[in-house]
């Protein structure tokens, strides 16, 4: 553990300096925009190293660490240095209230992260198990598993995979999302700053977007959307700021190799661009390192394409394929091209019901909720309305976003889920509050109090209730999520069996010690030969329906005697 | 506590139509005491705030009549038009909860007053009155579910 922790020191000590060093040649000048650069430029390193490492068999600790450690000293060698943020000091003119919001958010997300583990469904069932495996081989080369999804683009598991690796232990895999979630708020600032609103106003925009409840449950829950939506935030404070058009290309890479809905939302993002196109153009202090970065952004993103089209035959995959649909009904679970029907259906349970997220608590993954929370529904959106009126620029975001909200809700299956792709729309009303409070000292009383009450909201969510936190605390370090499990797996190797909801990585534990294997048997009697030669002695079919065929074939085995249920969703071999 | 640069008593669009190209309200430019670097490249968009301030100054004023205000904008028909329609939609729409709980139904009611009111020195009030309400609404549906999840509710 201790020299875990060592590397993982250098590794971030070797990044942080080299995106210190990078920004030196593309910083724009202007310190809210190249604070947004600079989180960029750490997360593509980042995703770079995890990436190179994995193809090349060397992803451990010390397979990591001595390149960054390399890294480190060459750059301390060339007289770089880094200025040390909490040197900074903090100007009167902000408010002590927004400051200690601010610090609350940053208290809370960090506890979060120590005390949550990953528990949410989908990061369980097919973002995580590929980092737990990963981490587990030290390479790329494992079986991705039956879940179709697991081959979507994984370039925020790249980052994830960064948090674990060097502990071995996914104690603070969290922060991933938690990074994406200050590169949401610091695309805000620079939005609030390209605005001409002053820093304590740009500081209350951030603010809104960092305590949006979407954003915030899911910065602790592992999941891509908030990340997307941070990225997609991003981009437009990069064509606010009139970047050069290589670093969209750059940062558009990145995206769609974290998650491919965020090209979802690129013809706002063009419109923006062709609407800003008559401001004068950004400077940049160098711009020889611009290919590199578009190349670096492409590579990102097309090596999930590419390799899912050698493999599967279709870069999409599993989009529009049979392969990605309802086990029991047949209906597709994702929508592959543009739907009217999706569009109203969306929009409408946006307006009518999801808005006001009371349906169901705070979920990671938005339930029937949007997850935009008191400080965006209760003053981000009257404040929208009035600040259209006076500020043309926030007009022209606003037209960017709108077209963007219809392009995404269109291409989007309308299910219980189907908001959280929109996680970047809540910062337009958040810039708007913070427009509207600038301008009338009167409207800061309820927006600071819509902040603290989102700040409250969303320190318990209906992943992490306080009973289940109470409980988790209970649990010994090494037990992970284990403890939600029926039956406790075997510490070496188990199976699993089915298409969804498999949640393979609780079973692989926090420290990623328990190989989990999937069996794809079609018969009672391959399935248990194929337990029996692997050494297979339980089996886990979680979320298995006994409709699907899968479902059929454990009832034919237990009934047959080749299998015992031990409980819900587990098996023993006899 | 307020932040300190902060203008005070504005309007939505009342401009000291006297004064071209300066910031309305204490005459000097939003955001000049800004805090941070002043590398912040803002100049443009002062600018540009500025002038679309002074294009509208003289043709909006507190002084003149809704009706006025239609004639001069004609293009006001079409947003009430547009607000109008969003509030049919409001009456129409099967939601779950009735239209005095809508959030959407107030924001609706809320674009037309400023498109007939731009100039209204109390818009900092309606705006007030709106946050609490819409608070309130968004409270009345969300509350229930934030307290089961500590526990506070069987």
């Known amino acids: ?574 | 506590m307020i932040p300190p640069c902060r203008e005070r008593g504005q309007e939505l669009e009342s401009l000291p139509d006297a004064v071209p190209g300066r910031a309305r309200g204490n005459g000097r430019p939003s955001g000049s005491c800004s805090s941070s670097s002043a590398s912040e490249n803002r100049n443009s968009s002062l600018r540009e705030l500025e002038s679309s301030r002074g294009a509208r100054g003289h043709a909006i004023n507190s002084g003149v009549t809704a009706l006025e205000r239609v004639r001069r904008r004609p293009w006001i028909l079409l947003e009430l038009a547009l607000a109008g329609l969003l509030i049919a939609w409001r009456f129409a729409a099967p939601t779950w909860h009735p239209v005095w709980m809508d959030l959407l139904f107030y924001l609706a009611l809320y674009w037309a007053w400023t498109a007939l009111f731009p100039a209204s020195k109390s818009w900092p009030g309606v705006t007030l009155a709106l946050m609490l309400l819409a608070m309130g609404i968004y409270l009345k549906h969300q509350m229930p579910q934030m307290l089961l999840m500590v526990n506070l509710l069987p």
């Not at chain 1, 451990?60 to 480190?72: E, H, I, K, S």
């Not at chain 1, 120590?114 to 737990?132: N, R």
């Not at chain 1, 597709?332 to 409408?348: D, E, M």
């Not at chain 1, 034919?556 to 080749?562: A, D, K, N, Q, T």
Request: net charge positive; proline share 7%.
């Open chain 1, 1 to 574: 553990m201790i020299l875990g922790l060592l590397w993982m020191g250098v590794a971030n000590a070797a990044v942080l300096l080299a995106a210190r060093a990078a920004l030196r040649r593309v910083e724009t000048g202007r310190p809210a925009l190249d604070l947004v650069l600079f989180l960029l430029l750490r997360f593509s390193f980042i995703m770079a190293l995890v990436l190179a490492a994995g193809l090349g068999g060397f992803l451990t600790p010390a397979g990591l660490g001595l390149p960054c450690a390399l890294l480190l000293g060459l750059l301390l060698l060339r007289g770089e240095r880094f200025d040390a943020p909490w040197k900074a000091e903090i100007p009167r003119a902000y408010p002590r209230l927004a400051i200690g919001i601010a610090a609350f958010i940053a208290v809370r997300s960090l506890l979060q992260v120590w005390f949550y583990v990953p528990i949410e469904g989908d990061a369980t069932c097919y973002h995580l198990p590929k980092v737990a495996d990963w981490i587990r081989t030290g390479s790329f080369r494992v079986d991705l598993g039956t879940d179709p999804r697991a081959w979507f683009p994984a370039g925020f598991e790249l980052v994830e995979t960064w948090w674990a690796l060097f502990l071995r232990h996914d104690a603070l895999i969290e922060m991933a999302g938690l990074e994406f979630l200050l590169l949401a708020s610091a695309a805000a600032w620079s939005l609030a700053r390209w605005l001409g609103l002053t820093s304590p106003s740009a500081l209350l925009a951030a603010l809104a977007v960092a305590s949006t409840p979407g954003l915030a449950v899911q910065s602790v829950f592992c999941m891509n959307d908030g990340p997307a939506a941070a990225l997609v935030l991003a981009a437009a404070a990069l064509i606010a700021g009139r970047a050069p058009f290589l670093l969209l290309v750059w940062v558009g890479g990145m995206a769609a190799g974290l998650k491919p809905t965020t090209a979802y939302a690129a013809p706002g993002l063009l419109l923006f661009w062709l609407l800003e196109r008559k401001e004068a153009p950004g400077r940049v202090s160098s711009r020889a390192a611009l290919p590199l970065l578009a190349l670096l952004g492409l590579a990102l993103g097309a090596f999930w394409y590419v390799r899912t089209w050698i493999l599967k035959g279709s870069p999409v995959y599993p989009a529009g394929s049979p392969d990605l649909v309802d086990t029991i009904g047949g209906f597709p679970l994702q929508q592959l091209g543009p739907s009217l029907a999706s569009l109203s259906t969306n929009l409408a349970d946006l307006a009518n019901q999801r808005i006001y997220d009371g349906r169901r608590p705070y979920h990671a993954l938005l339930t029937y909720g949007a997850g935009w929370g008191p400080a965006i529904v209760a003053c981000g959106l009257p404040a929208l309305v009035a600040a259209l009126r006076w500020n043309p620029r926030l007009r022209r975001l606003a037209a960017a976003f709108a077209l963007s909200v219809v392009t995404v809700l269109a291409l989007v299956l309308s299910d219980a889920c189907s908001l959280r792709f929109i996680l970047w729309f809540p910062a337009l009303p958040a810039l708007a509050l913070a427009c509207a409070v600038e301008r009338s000292p009167r409207l800061y009383p309820p927006a600071m109090t819509a902040l603290i009450v989102a700040c409250l909201a969303t320190t318990f969510s209906e992943n992490y209730s306080l009973p289940t936190l109470i409980q988790q605390l209970r649990q010994d370090f090494s037990t992970g999520a284990k403890w939600t499990l029926p039956v406790q797996p075997d510490p070496s190797r188990v199976g699993v069996y089915g298409r969804y909801s498999l949640r393979a990585y609780l079973l692989q534990g926090p420290d990623f010690k328990t190989e989990v294997v999937s069996l794809r048997a079609d018969s009672p009697e391959r399935l248990t030969s194929e337990m029996t030669r692997l050494k297979i002695s339980l089996l886990y079919a979680m979320g298995v329906s006994p409709k699907s065929r899968e479902g059929r074939v454990l009832e034919e085995s237990v009934r047959r005697g080749g299998l015992r249920k031990l409980a819900t969703g587990v098996y023993a071999l006899r």
